[in-house]
């Protein structure tokens, strides 16, 4: 029933910044934990962020403050905000949600994801 859509993703400079976005249609977004993962390949998928229906967030450890995960209920819409991307942030970035509206780092938790959006990094 729900769809996510990824974009944003891009071929980015080291340093620099870049923001993905999630569009979500089919479900009630507002009650929904939003996640954000990545998997580089030949590796294993890994979680990133997430915010749950009441904003709160959860970060992976390699974020260290880099980035920033949002939302914006009435667009129906996450964001990730990457700043000073590394050379290992370069994945493929998904998004996903679940409809239990609690932040989760595990991935199983998470019913509905998007087909991802890739981001490549450059030096």
């Known amino acids: 029933q729900v769809q996510l859509v990824e974009s944003g993703g891009g071929t980015v400079q080291a340093g620099d910044s870049l923001r993905l976005s999630c569009a979500a249609s089919?479900?009630?977004?507002?009650?929904?934990?939003m996640g954000w993962f990545r998997q580089a390949p030949g590796k294993e998928r890994e979680f990133v962020a997430t915010i749950s229906m009441r904003n709160s967030t959860y970060y992976a450890d390699f974020v260290q403050g880099r980035f920033a995960v949002s939302r914006d209920n009435a667009k129906s819409t996450a964001y990730l905000q990457m700043n000073s991307v590394k050379l290992e942030d370069a994945a493929v970035y998904y998004c996903?949600?679940?409809?239990?509206?609690?932040?989760?780092?595990?991935?199983?938790?998470?019913?509905?994801w998007g087909q991802g959006t890739q981001v490549t990094v450059s030096s």
């Open positions: 089919g479900g009630s977004f507002s009650t929904y934990a």
């Open positions: 996903a949600a679940d409809p239990m509206g609690a932040p989760s780092v595990y991935a199983y938790m998470y019913d509905y």
